[in-house]
T-cell receptor, first 109, second 114 residues
Framework: GQNIDQPTEMTATEGAIVQINCTYQ??????LFWYQQHAGEAPTFLSY??LDGLEEKGRFSSFLSRSKGYSYLLLKELQMKDSASYLC??????????WGAGTKLIIKP | IAGITQAPTSQILAAGRRMTLRCTQD?????MYWYRQDLGLGLRLIHY???????GKGEVPDGYSVSRANTDDFPLTLASAVPSQTSVYFC?????????????FGEGSRLTVL
């Protein structure tokens, strides 16, 4: 079966760095996505990786290793507004998105 | 403001009743999707449409139906609601099925079936 694993919850301190991991087993691979979802709101797109390596976008970076079935989202200089759930999703061989359950990130002052 | 509009925002429904969740987008996106989101689970695809006039079944289609008469609208119907359909429903669209696949989501419809 297809599976996306990510930690349920993480806690970090304002101003610090946090890494949210995602491992996947899917039928084929056509890219990996990270979305941010604030409580009670809709998910919003953060990043897309289809090739191995690091993609940097401001304070957020996303890394992919296809051979290991592994990705991480790196958040730097954490701000209180970064408190949210972070969803990892993989596009399989049928171009369907398979979603992880999300990682709830709690930022403490 | 361009985007996706869902209605209603929330609804309490008696089991056995029929319910249609509405979804309209003004971005002229070809692909549209309906997901449900339940605590502890990832988003699960109910139905999708790659282009107007076509629809397909997702991971959890039972008990739901959709139609795509035009590009903008993609309603989701629960023919006879059951308590297990209590969930938050998100409509989403994307410009293309096979590009970056970035999805744009509506604000969600919280449905409670009693």
């Amino acid at each position: 079966g297809q599976n996306i694993d990510q930690p349920t919850e993480m806690t970090a301190t304002e101003g610090a760095i946090v890494q949210i991991n995602c491992t996947y087993q899917t039928s084929g691979f056509n890219g990996l996505f990270w979305y941010q979802q604030h409580a009670g709101e809709a998910p919003t797109f953060l990043s897309y990786n289809v090739l191995d390596g690091l993609e940097e976008k401001g304070r957020f970076s996303s890394f992919l290793s296809r051979s290991k079935g592994y990705s991480y989202l790196l958040l730097k200089e954490l701000q209180m507004k970064d408190s949210a759930s972070y969803l990892c999703a993989v596009m399989d061989s049928n171009y369907q998105l398979i979603w992880g359950a999300g990682t709830k990130l709690i930022i403490k002052p | 403001i361009a985007g996706i509009t869902q209605a209603p925002t929330s609804q309490i429904l008696a089991a056995g009743r029929r319910m249609t969740l509405r979804c309209t987008q003004d971005m002229r996106h070809n692909a549209m999707y309906w997901y449900r989101q339940d605590l502890g689970l990832g988003l699960r695809l109910i139905h999708y449409s790659n282009t107007a006039g076509t629809t397909g079944k997702g991971e959890v289609p039972d008990g739901y139906s959709v139609s795509r008469a035009n590009t903008d609208d993609f309603p989701l119907t629960l023919a006879s609601a059951v308590p297990s359909q209590t969930s938050v429903y998100f409509c989403a669209s994307s410009d293309s099925v096979r590009d970056t696949g970035e999805l744009f989501f509506g604000e969600g419809s919280r449905l409670t079936v009693l």
